[in-house]
């Protein structure tokens, strides 16, 4: 079933329906059966292990709202950067990957930050309801709803500034802890090409195999999501590259505290400190160049 059908572009809340299952033969119907099956509205993200791999289907980097924010950035990026002709170039910034040049991208990044902050003022607020038993499943604003309502969860805030990012050319990764998620960005591309590589010969790192049947800690399903949990050989990839400052993890829910953008970044530390919590990093474009492109979500929001 499309993802542009009629029936799923309508559905504003889960639907229980049926699939009629026929198989022929030659013209002879060798099975039919009727299976239930449950319809959720598009913008409704699964976390499981089957399906949680699909995050990055939610950031959405054409969104008008996310457009408005990085065109408002534009004042923040040439105060900043001192530079009254400065803009968002992305890695352009930074020919090579020292730290004089990686300080410009820092600097988009703070711009991008500075207008959640000052100019959109933020709050939190609970997510809308799934009717979902298994409570493995979220509602997810789009950038533009959360723009409408000035709120949001901790997802759809990492989702949103993720999506800020993509926009602009800088790399970003979604973290998914215990109940919590967190965006976070690559400081040079370089940095990116060296972790989407897996080194096969070097049992430190990541392990090419199916999370559900390898016992293996960092296994991975697919090649966009690293998972770590208990401090796993995943956890330890991802904490290194954050220890030599390759990798920036911001704490967005912060954005509702009024906080700045230093104080976000240690608070995104201090929420990945803890290695039990961990669960897994979602790199966005190692996820695109696997055809895990924007989910096409319009219309209204929750």
Known sequence: MPLTAAIIR????????????????DGEVTYRDTHRMRLLPVDQWRDNDSDGMWLPSFVQP?????????EEAQRYVRVLRDDPNAGFEGYQAAPRAIEGQMREIDLQVQAIWATLLHD?????INPPPTYS????????????TILESRS??????ALLLAACLELVDIYPVIFLLKGHALPGYWRHDSYQADYS???????????????ST????????VPWRVAGGGGGNGYKEVMRHIRLRHLVPIETV???ENCGFAEAIEAGIEALSVAADFDSMLDIVIARTNNVTPLPISGEGP
């Open 10 to 25: 309508s559905a504003r809340e889960a639907v229980n329906s049926s699939l009629d299952v026929r198989v022929a033969v």
């Open 62 to 70: 054409r969104d008008p709202a996310v457009v408005k924010a990085v």
């Open 120 to 124: 959109w003022r933020l709050g939190y």
């Open 133 to 144: 038993g298994q409570l493995d499943s979220q509602r997810l604003r789009r950038p533009t």
């Open 152 to 157: 949001g969860t901790c997802i759809d805030l």
């Open 197 to 211: 590589v897996v080194k096969l010969d070097d049992p430190r790192q990541f392990i090419a195999a199916d999370e």
């Open 214 to 221: 390898s016992t293996s800690s960092g296994a991975q399903r």
């Open 254 to 256: 912060r954005l509702t």
